[in-house]
Structures are given as C-alpha cells and as structure tokens.
C-alpha cells in the first residue's frame, strides 16, 4: 500500500523558510517522479513543482520558481521542499503526490501538511 | 503555460441526475488529461486519466471524454456520496495546470 507522510508544515512570518517533509513507502521510491501540490483553505488546487525520479531534473510553477526547491533523497525515500522567502499567498496545505507511470497524473495523495504565513 | 478553465464553477443537481463538467484547455493537447473529486476535508481522489479511462475502484456511472482543447466530465445518475468539488488536470507538459474546480452541490 502506497503511504505518504508530510511533514514540516508550521506557522512562519513572511520572509521565513522552511523545508517541508514527505517520507513515502509502498511503492519503488527512486522509479517514480514526484510532485508538490498546494491547496489555499476555500481554493483550488494548485501544482507546485516536480522532480524526476532520477532527481536530474527538476519543474516549477511560476508562481514559485527562484523561491522553492524541490529535492529527493532516493536512499531514504524522501522528497523535500526547501520554501524560502515565504508570502502571504503561500498559506496553504501541501501535498506529497507521486506521478503515475503512465503519465504525470496523481493516483496516490497523502493528508498533505499546512504552512501558516503569518505577520 | 497551459490554463485549464471549468466550468460551470458551481452547479446544483438533485439525485440521479444527469451532471455534466466542462474543461477547456488554452491550447490542445490529446488526451494528457485527468479528473479528481475531493470532498470537504479530504485529499483528492483520481477518477479519470486519459481523459477517459476509468481508475480502478471508481464507478462506471463516472465517464470522461474530449480531447484536443475540449473536456467532459459526466455523471450518469448523481447518488449522494457525489456530491463534492471535482478539479481537472492536464499533464501534457510542465508546469502542470489543474482547472479552478466545479462544485457540485444537492438542489
């Protein structure tokens, strides 16, 4: 069974940082790529960022490129996103979700973890 | 990037209804795209990839279709346990792009 664990997520004054957590299991870690999804309380979903599953390349959206990385440790099991500069805009609940292998869609979400930006 | 647009934003239906979901995409692609549903503090739960292939466990009153720009979402006969956002998503390039949702609610 495909398990996902985020962690990480806290309260953080804008202009902070913080690296968020996601110990997954269940499945071949090192096969499969990974994405970053934020959901906003009220709002919709919002892609984030993406890495292989090699860890060579790596995906943003717009809306964080320059201010968060995304990275992987494929001997743990672990994804990470380093979120630096952090904005108001960036409260939201994060989600650790791995693509599919048969295209960049999402079968498996964990119960994401939440990032408070608040001044 | 690609923008995905749904509507209607919201809808309200009765049970065993017929809902139907629209998905536009700023530019086309084939069929690199997916539905979710996600209700009221929950993950969201893949329906749809393909653009019309079913994921396993989802009922067959669920189906999807479209491509190039166009995508539709239908519910053949709403029950009680549908009603819920429902979100789509291309995956023909990066950055991914999920449409801003369309909640279904009971009339």
């Known amino acids: 069974e495909v398990q996902l664990v985020e962690s990480g997520g806290g309260l953080i004054q804008p202009g902070g940082s913080l690296r968020l957590s996601c110990a997954a299991s269940g499945f071949t870690f090192s096969s499969f790529a990974m994405s970053w999804v934020r959901q906003a309380s009220g709002k919709g979903l919002e892609w984030v960022s993406g890495i292989s599953g090699s860890g060579r390349s790596t995906y943003y959206a717009d809306s964080v490129k320059g201010r968060f990385t995304i990275s992987r440790d494929n001997s743990k099991g672990t994804l990470y996103l380093q979120i630096n500069s952090l904005r108001a805009e960036d409260t939201a609940v994060y989600f650790c979700v791995p693509v599919s292998g048969r295209g960049e869609y999402f079968p498996h979400w964990g119960q994401g973890t939440l990032v408070t930006v608040f001044s | 990037a690609i923008r995905m647009t749904q509507s209607p934003s919201s809808l309200s239906a009765s049970i065993g209804d017929r809902v139907t979901i629209t998905c536009r995409a700023s530019?086309?692609?084939?069929?690199?795209l997916a539905w979710y549903q996600q209700k009221p503090g929950e993950a969201p739960r893949l329906l749809i990839y393909?653009?019309?292939t079913l994921q396993s466990g989802v009922p067959s009153r669920f189906s999807g279709s479209g491509s190039g720009t166009d995508f539709t979402l239908t519910i053949s006969s709403l029950q009680s346990e549908d009603f819920a956002t429902y979100y789509c998503?291309?995956?023909?390039?990066?950055?991914?792009?999920f449409g801003g949702g369309t909640r279904v609610e009971i009339k």
């Open positions: 530019q086309g692609f084939n069929n690199y």
């Open positions: 393909g653009a019309s």
């Open positions: 998503q291309q995956y023909y390039n990066y950055p991914l792009s």
